[in-house]
């Protein structure tokens, strides 16, 4: 819940990734009180978060692949765990050897049900509406989507570490159930032009507060307050949110922008660009658009 939560400890814990927060710096050892109590700071009104705070968010997500940091805790994983390595068989081996298991993508084993129809390939993206990696990824992904397959179905499922991801998980799916796709997409834009600015992304300090912003944001642009509170609230969304919730479990993500293909592989920017992320601008990203092709036609071909 967001309830509770200062907006400045908010935008501390919402790093892409999901690590454990830094420790606060120690205070100076004669610090003077301060001149008014924080009891007098209004609870519904929430405090901008300082320039540094924000800054240091903003240069930590951008400075590296959305990545569980190495002393986070790791959920745990049972004997079928989804990781575990497989020899693939040769019927199932990518062209020319060209990628390999481990290094650029893992196999999943067990391989996990899809929701697509006989005969599609479902390719699955666990994003944050407030990730940098998610936002730059976003041109690849648009064009890709204009030229893939006809029998690949493409599907997004916001990523459901913390309250600030949970409170964005809500608005997409609201905004999903209400067939505002446009709005999503607004909505991604909406978010990251905030966080430049240093502003909220679309999130209050409280649950209500968050409602409360994002219903504006509906109704500017074009969404009656009453349809949005609806949406908000419908049992559509909170199934759509159990279900995110059980995927981002399921699959142990641990980073995103995350992609699975159909239910038997997971890749990202990082390991798809293994062999030139570190020399080539954009190498990670044209070299996983490039690896879903080859995982979706080999699928499609079995």
């Known amino acids: 819940m967001l309830r509770a939560l200062p907006l400045a400890a908010l935008l501390a814990l919402s790093a892409c990734s999901r690590q454990a927060p830094a420790p606060p710096p120690p205070a100076p050892p004669a610090a003077p009180a301060p001149s008014t109590p924080p009891a007098t700071q209004s609870e519904t009104t929430p405090a901008p978060a300082p320039a540094a705070t924000a800054q240091s968010e903003i240069q930590q997500a951008t400075a590296s692949q959305e990545s569980v940091d190495n002393g986070a ?4 994983r049972g004997d079928a765990s989804l990781e575990q390595m497989a020899a693939l068989p040769a ?3 990518l062209p020319d050897g060209k990628w390999k298991p481990g290094v650029h993508y893992d196999p999943l084993v067990p391989a996990q049900p899809t929701s697509v129809a006989p005969g599609k390939v479902e390719v699955v993206e666990v994003l944050w509406l407030a990730c940098p990696h998610c936002y730059a990824l976003e041109p690849y992904i648009g064009n890709w ?5 006809s029998y690949v179905e493409f599907v997004r499922v916001p990523v459901m570490w ?3 991801h949970r409170a964005h998980a809500r608005l997409y799916y609201a905004l999903e159930a209400l067939g505002r796709q446009d709005l999503i997409a607004k909505a991604f834009d909406t978010i990251h032009d905030l966080a430049e600015r240093k502003l909220p992304p679309l999130v209050g300090s409280s649950d209500d507060e968050t409602f409360r912003v994002q219903q504006q944001f509906a109704t500017q642009n074009g969404i009656s307050a009453d349809d949005f509170a609806k949406a908000y609230n419908s049992f559509t969304v909170s199934s759509n949110l159990q279900r995110a919730e059980q995927l981002t479990q399921r699959y142990h993500v641990e980073g995103v922008p995350f992609f699975v293909v159909n239910g038997k592989y ?3 920017v990082a390991k798809a660009g ?3 992320a570190q020399t080539t601008p954009s190498c990670g990203e044209k070299k996983l658009i490039e690896l879903i092709g080859d995982l979706v036609a080999t699928e499609h071909r079995h």
Do not use: F, N, S, V
């Open 266 to 268: 997971t890749t990202d």
């Open 145 to 149: 989507l204009k030229t893939k397959p």
């Open 73 to 76: 805790e790791r959920p745990a």
């Open 162 to 164: 913390q309250p600030i």
């Open 274 to 276: 293994h062999d030139c």
């Open 91 to 93: 019927a199932a081996q």
